[in-house]
């Protein structure tokens, strides 16, 4: 700093020697400048100049008002003859406020002359004497303290400030930086007074709320000065260093909590990869600083790091060991239903398990599917074996091996198919050939009123002709004249002879099983056979047993299929040759038998080949809607609404006019669907795809609710079914109310919908493979059962109706349809 005096060159304002370095004055054509004159010059600098100014002597003033508290300044005295100079910290506090009056707003303006004038003259001379004097004392003493100020004492007083610092909070001032300024003090402090002089600084500058990455450096610096400091600068230090310490761990405690929080939240959405990354994120961005966060801190977060990983690691686990049982039981509906869950989550980890067992329940339904084709052929091949051992039985009147046929093995083919219910077949067969047994016993009761008529009888094996004598020893006694007796076994009687003996007899007693024997000794006429055994069934108002049902119609598909196998093979010759005249002669052959039964997936495809092939084969979507599609007098969608709530169990569609609803109110609530007349309506063909579709009004939403559809095992009235009977008059009551029995419905959905919460939209159930099953003999042509899968009471799910007032109401295009895709087969 020179030490002579300054001046401004152009205003001739002094400049103090202690500011002369200072930035804010600057050099004007080679000439020193104040601050005033400068401003003038450069206008556009001003208030930025009075900013830099203004910071600069705060920081100064604190920074001497600091080292003032710490400890008065050693007092360095001068060499003998010499006048003691002021204290440096006295100078750099002098200097500060100068500079502070200097900065001060302008004094005001000055009193009028007249004013000044009077008050001159009132204060007198003596009194203007007395002040020149004093003005004139006093500038000689600073001009002597300034002389004789020490060299350090004038560096501290004259410490430049920053010249582009910007005042700013005290809590964001740059410790490091402040506490490097700091270490400029007097010459000759001790140690210990520096030391407090720098906590006290930090302790001002951070103040007493930091933020975490001041506090941290403050705690830094803090054990800096008491690792190489002496009592009591340590001893403050780590006081001070404690605080910011519990701060610190405050902040660090409430940053952990947050992370917690937000990593609960996402883990409740099923994001558990996602809490976890949350987690680890968190704990990256602890304050090393914090005790807690070295102590137990990290080890908590950890904690809850493996709490969320090992729940989604449990998850994924408990998923597939389910999903492996149900599939080991070939449970498909339940993997259907726990692939649906998994399919909700929103990680890609569980979306790929829930897509690989789809595709293993898709590997298991056609397993299953060829596995059934194949149960299919074997029982085709192993009914008609079993009709004709069980005919020669009767015939032989070996009534306990036809009882033994009728009891087979648990997996005998007989019980897998090749009739629609072969368990009721064989039961029905069973009871069948006991009726017949007991023909016997009750001619011999019959013969005695019978006694003395001479008759003709037939028997198994040649005939007998005789005077009826009665019953002796089980056996019937005749009189063949010349004193010949015939002792005559009642099971050597032919079915002809039977019917002669008991023409007295209650007809309805005996007619039903005579024609069964009938049949039996006859089978080489069982088309003629069957048709009679219907007529007395009618006859006799009696419903014909399922037995003879099945049996009649497993037969006429047995000759149909005999009928129709040649045709086919002549077709599938014509198409490999390629010959559209034959391909068109041969499919004509077909198509007189096609209707008689159903095709197999192989010959549906040759059919559609052999069509493609002469041009008469197109693709058709029809819609299937009450009332309007695909002619306005279709009401083939029959629906029933069921319902628990006691004055609707034996009530049917009871309030229906809200709509059709599924799920819970009042009472569980479920519906009955079945399809009348669309084969009639579509024609010769192959279905391609049908898709049933409800539409869900707004305001209706049923977020996660499952609505699955069950084909019904039990035949049901519509319009007159209820939760409690499937039929007005309530002779056919459901296995377990609701239809909810193992012979009332399959366990097993063929279609299912999860809702996601919308509405005012259609919802869809792929009916395809239900459809081909119900056409092909493969499913009884019963229904469906429609209700929600799991936690049925929880949900309410409305759907528009195909009828009635809330039909009216409704837009008529909003009632259920069907839709279909159909291969149409020739014109």
Known sequence: MPEEILYCSTCGKRIPPEEAEAEDFQLLGGELACEACLAQAFPERKQ????????????????????????????????????????????????????????????????????????????????????????????????????????????????????????????????KKAVAESATEPAGLPPVQVALAEIELIRRQVGDTPSLAAAEVAMAKLRAIAQRADEPARSTALAIGRRYERQVDAAARQFARDAAERAEDLAAQRMFGGAVEQLRAAVRALPEASPWVQKVGRQRMAATIERWSDERRRQLSSY???????????????????????????????????????????????????????????????????????DGALAQRDFDGAARLCAPEADSALRRGGVAQPEAVLAGFAEEAERVRNLFPRVLRHLDSLKGERVQLRLTTGQVEGVLLGVQDGQLLLSAGNRIEIRLPPSRLSSEALALLLKDAPREEWAAALAALRFAEAPRQAEERSLALSALYQELRLPLPVCWAQRFEFERRLRWRE????????????????????????????????????????????????????????????????????????????????????????????????????????????????????????????????????????????????????????????????????????????????????????????????????????????????????????????????????????????????????????????????????????P
């Open 320 to 390: 597939g060991a389910r999903l492996e049982s149900e599939l080991a039981v070939g449970h498909g509906g339940q993997v259907e239903r726990l692939v649906a869950e998994l399919a909700q989550y929103p990680e890609s980890e569980f979306r790929d398990l829930a897509r690989a067992y789809a595709n293993q329940l898709a590997a298991l339904r056609e397993r299953e599917e060829q596995r059934r084709r194949d149960d299919e052929e074997a029982a085709r091949a192993a009914w008609p074996g079993f009709f004709a051992a069980y």
């Open 48 to 175: 930025k100049l009075r900013e830099v100014r203004s910071t600069r002597l705060r920081w100064r003033a604190e920074r001497a008002a600091a080292l003032a508290q710490a400890q008065p300044p050693r007092q360095i005295y001068p060499p003998p003859g010499t006048a003691s100079p002021p204290p440096s910290s006295d100078t750099a506090v002098a200097a500060v406020k100068r500079e502070l009056e200097e900065d001060a707003d302008p004094q005001p303006p000055v009193k009028p002359v007249e004013t000044a004038a009077a008050t001159e003259g009132a204060t007198g001379k003596p009194r203007r004497i007395l002040l020149l004097w004093g003005l004139l004392v006093a500038g000689l003493s600073a001009i002597v303290a300034m002389l004789l100020v020490t060299p350090a004492a004038r560096q501290a007083a004259q410490k430049p400030a920053d010249a582009g610092a910007r005042r700013i909070p005290k809590a964001a001032i740059d410790v």
């Open 563 to 826: 009928a129709l196998m040649p045709r086919m093979e002549a077709l599938r010759k014509a198409v490999g040759e390629g010959r559209v005249p034959v391909i068109r002669e041969a499919l004509a052959q077909v198509r007189t038998l096609s209707n008689g039964g159903s095709l197999t997936k192989e010959e549906v495809a040759l059919i559609a080949e052999a069509e493609r092939a002469v041009g008469q084969a197109r693709v058709v979507q029809v819609v299937f809607q009450n009332g309007r599609l695909p002619v306005p007098e279709f009401q083939g969608l029959r629906i029933d609404q069921i319902g628990s709530y006691h004055r609707s169990a034996d009530q049917c569609d009871f309030e229906m006019k809200n709509g059709l609803r599924v799920g819970a109110a009042g009472g569980l609530l479920r519906a009955l669907l079945r399809f009348d007349g669309l084969s009639e309506l579509l024609g010769r063909g192959r279905l391609l795809k049908a898709t049933l579709e409800l539409y869900q009004p707004e305001g209706t939403a049923a977020p996660n609710a499952a609505v699955a559809l069950y084909p019904l095992r039990r035949a049901w009235t519509p319009d007159a079914s209820s939760w409690m009977h499937a039929d007005r008059g309530g002779l056919q009551t459901w296995e377990k109310p609701g239809a909810s029995g193992e012979k009332d419905a399959d366990a097993q959905a063929v279609a299912q919908v999860l809702l996601d919460g919308q509405s005012g939209l259609w919802r869809s159930w792929d009916l395809s493979d239900y459809l081909r099953g119900v056409w092909e003999g493969r499913w009884k042509d019963e229904g469906l059962l429609m209700r929600v899968a799991r936690d049925e009471p929880r949900f309410l799910v409305h759907f528009c109706v195909e009828e009635g007032p809330a039909a009216v109401a409704n837009d008529p295009a909003l009632r259920p349809r069907l839709v279909v895709e159909f291969e149409k087969f020739g």
